[in-house]
């Protein structure tokens, strides 16, 4: 569990406390004696501080300091960085709970704070026997006239943070727990009573809609497919086409046939990040009662070099009929995605935008700091979903579509190929996926920031819920009125 965050407006009795202003001048009176002040000065001004500690005891009182950053985004990530920090000590402490003073009435700096902190308490201890370590923290009680004017700020954030920590969840669950039945399960239990409709498809329906790519990855496996559908459709919707979340959903990715070779599966149970995303995000919109029509296709399996599983030179043919020669079974997550992306048709979406930890080429161009984002015909929606992902700090970067990629996945037996030549991977697959879309689309690869092997501040160790608190943005401005076509 990690802790929920509530307004107060009554002052507590003395406990941790953490003071946020931006100048010495905007100190609350009565907190600080004069030597307090002046230790405080030295830190920040000599030493470049921003938080301050001071341990009275039984409780700790810091004051953090807003960076001196014109950079909006840039002083919120620090500030989130900062709750992470805090939340540290207070959970050694074997803190309960934490009171934050907003003393400078800044709301996106406090809930950026909070969000910090909430976020770095998270952990995956399912399965240890062994909770010495086990994070306290269950309260942070924010203090501020301008969060309690605005209203229920607080509910949206704890309705947020436990969509990221649902989509953690998902991608630390080992392929041991979370087959591509089960992950179809927890997604049910977890939309119960949220307004959103759910639909499984199992294998007979699958098959039944000759969705050959996730067939085909599947071929290998003991466990069979599904396609879960997320749908949440409110009554005021501001769009009458819907907009489309799709998400790979490969539970483990052993690379089937092309086995992948050393340390290269090591983490491949986080090869679902992109469908346990858009799971947390549709849930998360509609909790938060958001106006806006959205759905969610998460084609899932395993892929695994079993008996009877594809090998180099087979062809599939996808949904939509295309053809596919298959060259190389690692490159299974364009496969299954191309029938979800042929199914979105389905609902005539005004966008679609896709989430998939597709290529290692993108991990390579870009590191772990962000996604490797491709657009067509979507320029606006990209620009809002960039915009949104600076202000999250879940950032991405735009590489292009150009037609010569496309030429270098046609094939000589069947219309397409599923594996480009070795540069470029991650457009060459974001090419492959174009071919099977006929609206405006986005597509992330989000190979890089998914998933950490080191703990990573607020964004943990392990899953990092990367891209449900930046659709999440994305939504909320596009019902502000950012429109999104064309
Ligand atoms: N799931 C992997 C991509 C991946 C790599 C995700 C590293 C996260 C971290 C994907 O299915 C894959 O294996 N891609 C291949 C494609 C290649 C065979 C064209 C790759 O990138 O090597
Ligand atoms: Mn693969
Ligand atoms: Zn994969």
Same mark, same amino acid.
């Given at each position: 569990?990690?802790?929920?965050?509530?307004? +107060?407006?009554?002052?507590?009795?003395?406990?941790?406390? @953490?003071?946020?202003?931006?100048?010495?001048?905007?100190?609350?009176?009565?907190?600080?004696?004069?030597?307090?002040?002046?230790?405080? $000065?030295?830190?920040?001004?000599?030493?470049?501080?921003?938080?301050?500690?001071?341990?009275?005891?039984?409780?700790? *009182?810091?004051?953090?300091?807003?960076?001196?950053?014109?950079?909006?985004?840039?002083?919120?990530?620090?500030?989130?960085?900062? !709750?992470?920090?805090?939340?540290?000590?207070?959970?050694?402490?074997?803190?309960?709970?934490?009171?934050?003073?907003?003393?400078?009435?800044?709301?996106?700096?406090?809930?950026?704070?909070?969000?910090?902190?909430?976020?770095?308490?998270?952990?995956?201890?399912?399965?240890?026997?062994?909770?010495?370590?086990?994070?306290?923290?269950?309260?942070?009680?924010?203090?501020?006239?301008?969060?309690?004017?605005?209203?229920?700020?607080?509910?949206?954030?704890?309705?947020? /943070?436990? &969509?990221?920590?649902?989509?953690?969840?998902?991608?630390?669950?080992?392929?041991?727990?979370?087959?591509?039945?089960?992950?179809? $399960?927890?997604?049910? $239990?977890?939309?119960?009573?949220?307004? *959103? +409709?759910?639909?499984?498809?199992?294998?007979?329906?699958?098959?039944?809609?000759?969705?050959?790519?996730? /067939?085909?990855?599947?071929?290998?496996?003991?466990? #069979?497919? +599904?396609?879960?559908?997320?749908?949440?459709?409110?009554?005021?919707?501001?769009?009458?086409? #819907?907009?489309?979340?799709?998400?790979?959903?490969?539970?483990?990715?052993? !690379?089937?046939?092309?086995?992948?070779?050393?340390?290269?599966?090591?983490?491949?149970?986080?090869?679902?990040?992109?469908?346990?995303? *858009?799971?947390?995000?549709?849930?998360?919109?509609?909790?938060?009662?958001?106006?806006?029509?959205?759905?969610?296709?998460? #084609?899932?399996?395993?892929?695994?070099?079993?008996?009877?599983?594809?090998?180099?030179?087979?062809?599939?043919?996808?949904?939509?009929?295309?053809?596919?020669?298959?060259?190389?079974?690692?490159?299974?997550?364009?496969?299954?995605?191309?029938?979800?992306?042929?199914?979105?048709?389905?609902?005539?979406?005004?966008?679609?935008?896709?989430?998939? +930890?597709?290529?290692?080429?993108?991990?390579?161009?870009?590191? $772990?700091?962000?996604? &490797?984002?491709?657009?067509?015909? &979507?320029?606006?929606?990209?620009?809002? /979903?960039?915009?949104?992902?600076?202000? @999250?700090?879940?950032?991405?970067?735009?590489?292009?579509?150009?037609?010569?990629?496309?030429?270098?996945?046609?094939?000589?037996?069947?219309?397409?190929?599923?594996?480009?030549?070795?540069?470029?991977?991650?457009?060459?697959?974001?090419?492959?996926?174009?071919?099977?879309?006929?609206?405006?689309?986005?597509?992330?690869?989000?190979?890089?920031?998914?998933?950490?092997?080191?703990?990573?501040?607020?964004?943990?160790?392990?899953?990092? !819920?990367? !891209?449900?608190?930046?659709?999440?943005?994305?939504?909320?401005?596009?019902?502000?009125?950012?429109?999104?076509?064309?």
């Amino acid at each position: 569990m990690i802790p929920s965050v509530t307004l +107060t407006n009554i002052e507590q009795e003395l406990g941790h406390l @953490v003071v946020i202003i931006s100048k010495f001048s905007h100190l609350p009176a009565g907190i600080f004696s004069t030597a307090e002040k002046k230790y405080m $000065k030295e830190q920040v001004e000599n030493l470049h501080q921003q938080i301050v500690s001071f341990n009275r005891l039984s409780y700790f *009182v810091w004051v953090y300091f807003i960076k001196e950053e014109k950079d909006i985004s840039k002083r919120l990530e620090a500030t989130r960085k900062a !709750g992470d920090q805090i939340a540290g000590t207070l959970n050694a402490q074997k803190a309960k709970r934490v009171a934050i003073f907003d003393a400078e009435n800044d709301g996106d700096i406090t809930l950026a704070l909070a969000e910090g902190m909430a976020l770095g308490c998270y952990q995956f201890l399912k399965y240890k026997k062994d909770r010495e370590n086990e994070n306290t923290l269950e309260n942070i009680e924010i203090y501020s006239k301008v969060l309690e004017e605005e209203g229920d700020n607080t509910s949206k954030l704890n309705i947020l /943070l436990e &969509a990221v920590c649902f989509c953690r969840d998902l991608v630390n669950e080992p392929n041991s727990f979370l087959t591509a039945t089960l992950f179809a $399960k927890e997604v049910e $239990k977890m939309a119960e009573g949220s307004g *959103v +409709t759910t639909e499984v498809l199992d294998f007979e329906k699958i098959a039944a809609l000759k969705m050959g790519g996730l /067939l085909g990855v599947n071929q290998g496996s003991f466990e #069979p497919p +599904t396609f879960t559908i997320l749908e949440w459709k409110p009554a005021g919707a501001i769009n009458v086409k #819907p907009v489309v979340f799709v998400g790979k959903g490969v539970v483990y990715d052993t !690379g089937g046939m092309n086995l992948k070779p050393g340390d290269s599966m090591l983490t491949m149970k986080h090869d679902m990040a992109g469908a346990a995303a *858009v799971a947390a995000t549709i849930i998360a919109i509609a909790k938060a009662n958001i106006p806006v029509h959205v759905v969610g296709l998460m #084609p899932a399996t395993d892929n695994r070099p079993g008996e009877r599983a594809l090998v180099s030179g087979d062809v599939i043919t996808i949904h939509n009929g295309t053809t596919v020669e298959v060259l190389n079974t690692d490159a299974e997550g364009r496969l299954i995605l191309a029938d979800a992306l042929s199914y979105a048709k389905n609902f005539n979406p005004e966008l679609v935008i896709d989430l998939a +930890t597709l290529t290692g080429a993108a991990v390579r161009a870009i590191g $772990k700091f962000g996604a &490797a984002a491709m657009q067509s015909n &979507a320029r606006e929606a990209l620009e809002s /979903l960039k915009s949104s992902g600076y202000h @999250v700090y879940e950032r991405l970067v735009e590489f292009p579509m150009w037609d010569e990629y496309g030429d270098q996945i046609k094939s000589d037996l069947a219309d397409l190929k599923n594996l480009g030549p070795p540069e470029a991977g991650m457009i060459t697959a974001g090419k492959f996926l174009e071919k099977f879309t006929s609206y405006p689309y986005i597509h992330l690869d989000i190979a890089g920031p998914a998933f950490n092997e080191k703990r990573d501040s607020y964004r943990a160790l392990g899953g990092t !819920g990367y !891209g449900v608190r930046l659709l999440f943005e994305f939504v909320r401005r596009f019902v502000e009125g950012e429109r999104v076509n064309g």
